[in-house]
């Protein structure tokens, strides 16, 4: 294998991540437990008198002797890789670690993985990865939870945030998970409105007060009036081709949409079963919410085809008051208002016929595989190792507040009740606007291939105090939901149904459209149903039921 020597501490994190998912069934597991069931503390703390290393729960990874790992890293172009960034020598300074880095431009990342895993020259640590299912049958990607016994912050956090069935969701058929994902004790807040809170108020809308309560009606009825106070053609003209309301909505109707299309399926925990729910009555009212907006001139029909920068324009020129988003956009989008006295806002998530549910139940974020060749290379001892510095890196607040933050003293400092303060010259995520400094830019801290996962504490530290209030508002008043189980098929019954989901859910994508923007009435909704059947929505759902069926005793069921 041919990399570049960088001795950074960028392979630390991936590999932390990675390797937590690789030690869960390695001592004593079947590979079919529950995802991280066994501890392992025993041994853990008998190699620990023997091992020329230190590490453990709490404890600061070292090797007694220089270590190097090889490791993927996707250069990002808004702050391309440096050696000499201090994350490096600060992780080696900890550690006495360094990494060989296979480095490649972010635009070609995924194709470049596809090709050093499928030839079996992909280097330890794979991080960054969101979907490890193509990777799987090609046998050059470790079942991570056979180790995850070994790392004991990895394990602590899985107990203590009560992780198990975020895990289950990473389950292949064999009972075996294969990436180390990021984890997150609590959700994030995720996408939802951002409303011109002056404008919503002055037309009589009690926006602080009541926006915590509205169901989308609420919300229908509130757009309602500023498009009476206001006059103007629309009110809400959305980016992202609407699939992002699409999504969000969605959740609160029961269904599936925008980003959220999936396959279709809703799963009924207590009939514990799948039915197809876009073919339901719950489907029929989603689109005819969105329907009733266009209809009634409170939302743009071309939300659902001009390009994001046209609706963000509309936004900007105080033409229309909604817009979807997420938080970290809104100082940009006050930046850019024509209006100085726009006040932007976002809302709590709208709830609906099925409640006032969190859009963000996944406390998962992407994550890391482990190549076959690290076990192979460096043997079961050295395997252990490597995923004992992954652990610490990764897992433990330790590892987590230095690859988020940085140094204490350095570039960052703790305050009385421990909150972390930025310092003044250091520009993050909102933070110190105009500092002539960047924590990733300048320092490698809080990039997009370590700084994910941790505490509550940890991940409300990165944010702004609007960000915080809106993250709590959506904790506070917005009930969690049940995550479905995961549909555990072969190689050879995934793509089975990929046949089938792949035309249905294009159909039922197309028919969203025409449903919502009129193009379709709905006295032809009977048409619609009979051509969803006949596509194989039965079929699709009685194969995931029957999956679901055989393999439910490994998830708990």
Not at 212 to 229: C, L, P, S
Not at 375 to 401: A, H, P
Request: charged share 25%.
């Amino acid at each position: 294998m041919r990399f570049s020597k960088v001795m950074v501490t960028v392979t630390m994190a991936f590999m932390l991540v990675f390797m937590a998912a690789c030690s869960s069934a390695n001592e004593g597991s079947s590979g079919k437990d529950t995802p991280a069931a066994s501890n392992g503390a025993g041994t853990n703390e008998a190699a620990a008198e023997t091992a020329n290393y230190t590490f453990g729960e709490d404890q600061t990874f070292h090797s007694n002797e220089a270590v190097s790992y090889s490791m993927m890293y996707s250069d990002h172009e808004n702050y391309p890789l440096n050696k000499n960034w201090r994350l490096w020598s600060a992780i080696q300074e900890k550690t006495n670690v360094t990494f060989d880095l296979a480095v490649t431009a972010r635009t070609e990342y995924e194709n470049q993985k596809s090709l050093l895993v499928n030839s079996g020259d992909a280097p330890y640590i794979i991080p960054k990865t969101y979907d490890e299912s193509a990777f799987v049958a090609t046998g050059q990607i470790v079942p991570v939870s056979e180790w995850v016994q070994y790392m004991p912050n990895y394990m602590k956090a899985v107990k203590d945030w009560g992780m198990e069935a975020d895990l289950k969701a990473k389950l292949k058929e064999d009972g075996k998970y294969y990436i180390l994902p990021g984890m997150w004790e609590i959700a994030g807040g995720g996408y939802s409105y951002i409303i011109r809170k002056d404008v919503f108020e002055a037309a009589g809308v009690d926006v602080t007060g009541q926006e915590g309560n509205w169901t989308y009606e609420d919300f229908y009825a509130a757009m309602k009036k500023v498009k009476e106070h206001t006059g103007a053609e629309y009110v809400f003209s959305d980016q992202f081709k609407g699939e992002s309301a699409l999504g969000i909505t969605s959740v609160q109707y029961g269904v599936t949409g925008g980003w959220a299309l999936s396959n279709g399926l809703d799963f009924d925990h207590t009939k514990q079963q799948f039915t197809f729910a876009n073919a339901s009555d719950d489907f029929k009212n989603y689109l005819g919410y969105f329907n009733k907006l266009i209809t009634e001139g409170i939302m743009d029909p071309e939300s659902f085809t001009q390009e994001d920068d046209t609706a963000r324009a509309k936004f900007f020129k105080g033409d229309t008051y909604v817009i979807s988003g997420i938080y970290q956009v809104l100082a940009d989008f006050k930046s850019k208002m024509q209006d100085p006295n726009s006040e932007l806002y976002m809302i709590t998530q709208p709830g609906g016929p099925k409640g006032k549910l969190q859009v963000e139940t996944s406390r998962l974020e992407n994550g890391i595989m482990i190549s076959q060749n690290a076990l192979d290379e460096l043997g079961e001892e050295g395997f252990i190792k490597m995923l004992r510095f992954v652990d610490w890196f990764w897992y433990s607040n330790e590892g987590q507040m230095l690859s988020l933050w940085g140094v204490e003293g350095e570039t960052y400092t703790l305050e009385g009740d421990g909150n972390v303060k930025l310092n003044s010259d250091i520009y993050f995520n909102g933070m110190n606007e105009g500092a002539a400094k960047q924590l990733n830019v300048d320092f490698g801290f809080a990039g997009g291939m370590f700084a994910y996962g941790g505490s509550e504490k940890l991940k409300m530290s990165k944010m702004t105090e609007g960000e915080k209030d809106f993250v709590t508002r959506v904790q506070s008043t917005r009930e969690p939901r049940k995550l479905a189980p995961p549909i555990m098929a072969t190689p050879e019954e995934s793509e089975q149904m990929k046949l089938i989901s792949t035309p249905l859910m294009d159909y039922v994508k197309t028919m969203t459209l025409k449903f919502i923007t009129g193009q379709e009435s709905f006295e032809n909704w009977d048409k619609y149903l009979k051509q969803v059947e006949g596509n194989g929505s039965t079929r699709f759902t009685d194969m995931s039921n029957d999956i679901f069926q055989k393999t439910k005793s490994l998830l708990g069921y």
